[in-house]
């Protein structure tokens, strides 16, 4: 099959055309990739030139590709938001009630080391060909980061579920090697942590491709920018769980301050916007204007309002929110493995929220205020939950995030979707998390609430003043800089004026209040994130990252606790005991 790609010369058409038939027939450059260790080609004859290496690049993220399912599943299903339906198998149930059976497929560590091998061959044949001078520097340097934090992405979340593991990068003769202890000794999350830090910080290229760069092409209408991995979110990430706040806070500062693709505006990009009330062209909670008081004018649309986050087209509003996506094409390998896990109507229908999860999109208020910033009606539900991240369907809850773009296609055989990776809202409750932690909760308090703007502003804030030469504004140096004023005399807009925080996007009201301590204020950010983030493959490394870190098992315990204990699990208060040992979080290394 031969994809029409645009790029900017005739031989990248051509040599594009031969690697890259690109990430929805991800499959088709397998063939670089599905060898045994053992068994693989000489790299003579696979790394010619730059666009044999993008051909192993789009092949790598094809096998990558293949690990989304158990990603979401582990992070998910251990975690307390989903839970099993009838339908779903003892597999699924083990992991619910933490006690896996050595022959769960779940749990096999396997599949994601056969991933880091093609890295690590990968690696090491751009090595050698830019010793022979096969490459550029920029160009080795491009695919080394990327094949590189891909690696370092897999190895975080190995050490999240296994808590010890090898860590390997060279490739090896058989991958059944990496279970022999004697050849490769397993290391604690800790030294794995400070590892992949240490590597991944020495990378000389942080950014995503260039723009010359043959990998940055438009295909059937696909930006492929956002296919690849953020680096600086990644770093952000390593550096959140290894403690050191304020660099996590300057890498998730740098994307925020990205020049955006797409033809996004750059008021608009990854700040988390305000609604627009008039026409709903956003990605908020929102009414029809006027009809606020009628709940039945919620925007629930694929492509208007917070819905629309997950299943409207790669447009430029989808660019403001999204930084780190993969597609799933109905024509193309890997098949979407959403559909059947999540869907009732076209799959399986194995896994929904839990009760708990349920329960906490029910204890939170939306608010609508007067002109004078009084409170004047709510509703008693945070609407992404029972409206946009679950529906009932013929009296069950329904997951919905993965399956919109199904359901909207209306046939079986078209089975679009994506895997949801990193957006905007993820990456504001993380710089929030490191922010506090770096004693900045006023911030941090802001990002999670109503936005920079608001809480900048002096009390009465349903009356800004016209002159905000000095307030509107944080005043304080890189990576804790927001300017959002928005003036009128003299006119000005500065650049973070349109952001309105996460809960504020979703019309709900405040949580917390300035100048809480800063357990309190990491609580609010997590719990917003399940909120917010629910379903998205985060819940179970955002709780191990947090007990961790406060030495509290009962951080984590608690909160599976209240899942099962909720559905009537006779083994919840076991469970609990369980988790209370650390030792008990992580999956059994072996396969």
Known sequence: MITTIKTKTTKSIVSVLSAMTLLFSLGSCQDYLDVQPEDKLVGDQLYRDVYDADAAVVGIYG???????????????????????????????????????????????????????????????????????KFTQSQYDQRYADIACIRSWIYLQLGIQFGSVPYITEPIETLEDVKNINKYPRIPLDQLVDKLVTFTES???????????????????????????????????????????????????????ETPAGGANTLDNYRVKFAE???????????????????????????????????????????????????????????????????????????????????????????????NGNVIFGYPYDARGSKFTYKMVAGDPVIMKYIYKFEAANDQFKRNGDWFLYRAAKLHLRYAEAANRDNQQRIAYALLNRGIKYEYTP?????????????????????????????????????????????????????????DDMITTENNIIAE???????????????????????????????????????????AANVRAKLMNPNNWYLPFNW
């Open 203 to 257: 990378l000389t290229y942080k950014k995503i491709y260039d723009v010359e760069s043959s990998l940055l092409v438009s295909v059937d209408g696909y930006d492929t920018r956002k296919f690849f991995i953020n680096k600086e979110c990644l770093l952000g990430d390593l550096q959140l769980w290894k403690g050191n706040y304020q660099l996590a806070a300057a890498h998730y500062k740098n994307v925020m301050e």
């Open 277 to 371: 009330v008039i026409t709903n062209e956003d990605l908020a909670v929102g009414y029809l204007r006027d009809y606020e008081t009628d709940a039945t004018t919620l925007v629930d649309s694929n492509t208007k309002g917070w819905r629309s986050i997950f299943g409207r087209t790669r447009d430029v509003l989808w660019n403001t929110e999204w930084i780190w996506s993969l597609p799933y094409e109905s024509n193309f390998a890997p098949a979407n493995p959403f559909i059947a896990f999540f869907s009732k109507t076209g799959g399986d229908y194995l896994a929904k929220p839990s009760q708990r999860a349920i329960n906490l999109w029910n204890s939170n208020n939306q608010v609508f205020y007067d002109s």
């Open 529 to 571: 994130a399940a909120l917010e983030l629910a379903y998205e493959g985060n819940r179970w490394e955002d709780l191990v990252r947090v007990a961790r870190r406060r030495n509290d098992p009962a951080f984590l315990a608690d909160k599976i606790f209240d899942k099962l204990n909720s559905e009537g699990n006779a083994e």
């Open 63 to 133: 096998k990558f590709m293949n690990l989304a399912e158990k990603h979401v599943i582990l992070n998910e299903m251990r975690a307390d938001l989903m839970t099993t339906t009838r339908n779903s198998n003892p597999y699924l149930e083990q992991l619910s009630n933490h006690n896996v059976s050595a022959d769960n497929p779940y749990i096999s560590p396997k599949q994601f080391y056969e991933v880091i091998q093609n890295c690590n061959d990968a690696l090491k044949n751009f090595d050698v060909m830019l010793a022979d001078k």
């Open 459 to 515: 009390i009465p804030k349903h009356a800004p003043p016209t002159d905000v030469s000095n307030i509107q504004q944080t005043m304080q140096p890189f990576p804790y800089n927001f300017d959002a004023r928005q003036g009128d005399a003299p006119n000005y807009r500065a650049p973070w004026h349109r952001n309105t925080g996460v809960r504020g996007r979703a019309r709900l009201e405040a949580v917390g209040a300035v100048g």
